[in-house]
């Protein structure tokens, strides 16, 4: 099927605004899977109609080249059918991708070591957006990379995401938290998370010329299990600029970390 200007201006009044907003949230972080966008886009309906409906947007998102199911890989888990699979824009949907946001997103190109990194990052949205769903906090803010790094002089520090959450306190007060994330897969050791943690400072140290009267993000390290956890809090244990700046938890309850319980 060739994507022409054509076929492009036929397809995009058929799209729907929960089509855009999926065409958008795929160029965003990449990569998805199946359930990640089940769960964000068709959480409102019925149990027994939330797959079939899924299944049936994404197979003609799919067959419309907006989507592409990549490699006919399956992620792991019971889930069955389209709900695990990966997806990513496909020719359609990267055109159409300038309609949803100012700064689409490259096509994607199969990596096998980043997969399991691009899926955690978008995994930390898809859990945020769901706690949100139940009014405790709201998601002002999440940016993925390359909008969530941050220039400074002849340098640039690289986050995987930079997320803004308001909350309410009992009492009424109002609070808004900003956070660096870095998603840890317990593969980096030694040198190379020891030279982040320079870089943050060195930006930290940037800011607080720069803007004294702002805050400054806390930096969240999300780690797939509590032993990988606690090896990152022993790396800033010893260190008390650091220690202020940095915190650790898991990566299955953010929350944990970022709403402080």
Not at 75 to 91: E, I, K, M, N, W
Not at 192 to 199: A, R, V
Not at 227 to 244: C, D, S, T, W
Request: proline share 5%.
């Amino acid at each position: 099927m060739s994507i022409t200007n054509r076929y492009l201006n036929q397809l995009g009044p058929q799209l729907t605004e929960r089509d855009l907003a999926i065409i958008f949230e795929v160029g965003r972080f990449k990569l998805m899977s199946g359930g990640q966008l089940e769960r964000l886009f068709f959480a409102d309906c019925s149990d027994t109609s939330r797959a079939r409906n899924r299944q049936a947007v994404l197979r003609r998102l799919t067959g419309h080249r907006v989507l592409a199911r990549l490699g006919q890989r399956r992620v792991g888990g019971a889930q069955r059918g389209s709900a695990s699979y990966l997806y990513t824009l496909d020719v359609a949907g990267q055109h159409l991708a300038q309609s949803t946001s100012s700064r689409p997103r490259r096509p994607y190109s199969w990596y096998e070591p980043t997969v399991a990194h691009l899926l955690a990052v978008a995994e930390l949205y898809v859990n945020l957006t769901e706690a949100a769903r139940g009014g405790r906090f709201t998601l002002l803010d999440f940016q993925a990379e390359p909008y969530c790094w941050r220039s400074f002089g002849h340098r640039t520090l690289k986050p995987d995401a930079f997320l803004q959450l308001g909350v309410i306190h009992p009492d009424g007060r109002r609070r808004k938290g900003s956070f660096f994330i870095e998603v840890d897969r317990a593969n980096q050791y030694g040198t190379k998370i020891e030279t982040k943690l320079p870089q943050y400072l060195a930006y930290y140290q940037h800011h607080r010329q720069a803007e004294p009267e702002q805050s400054f993000p806390r930096i969240v390290f999300l780690a797939p299990h509590e032993q990988r956890a606690n090896y990152l809090r022993r790396l800033v244990a010893g260190r008390p600029a650091e220690r202020r700046l940095f915190t650790a938890g898991l990566l299955d309850d953010p929350l944990g970390v970022l709403l402080g319980r």
